[in-house]
């Protein structure tokens, strides 16, 4: 099956908050929508979205979306 889900999942694994940052990036959410909808602060949310990006193999979170969606 060729999902987004089935396609995160044959991704590098990726922890729960990891997961939870790329489903906020894949709605298109930028850092500071991050950040409010986890509740974490601005400088988290850019620090696991770069993590994220980078463990994904990716540079850019137009790179994933294509990458995912």
Do not use: D, H, W
């Not at 060729?2 to 709605?27: D, G, H």
């Not at 601005?42 to 990458?67: F, I, P, Q, R």
């Amino acid at each position: 099956m060729n999902t987004p889900i089935a396609k995160r999942k044959k991704a590098r694994k990726l922890t729960p908050r990891q997961e939870q940052v790329l489903n906020c990036i894949l709605q298109g959410m930028n850092n500071m929508q991050i950040s409010q909808a986890l509740e974490i602060t601005y400088g988290t949310a850019k620090v696991m979205s770069s993590k994220t990006l980078k463990k994904l193999g990716v540079k850019t979170k137009n790179e994933a979306l294509a990458k995912f969606l």
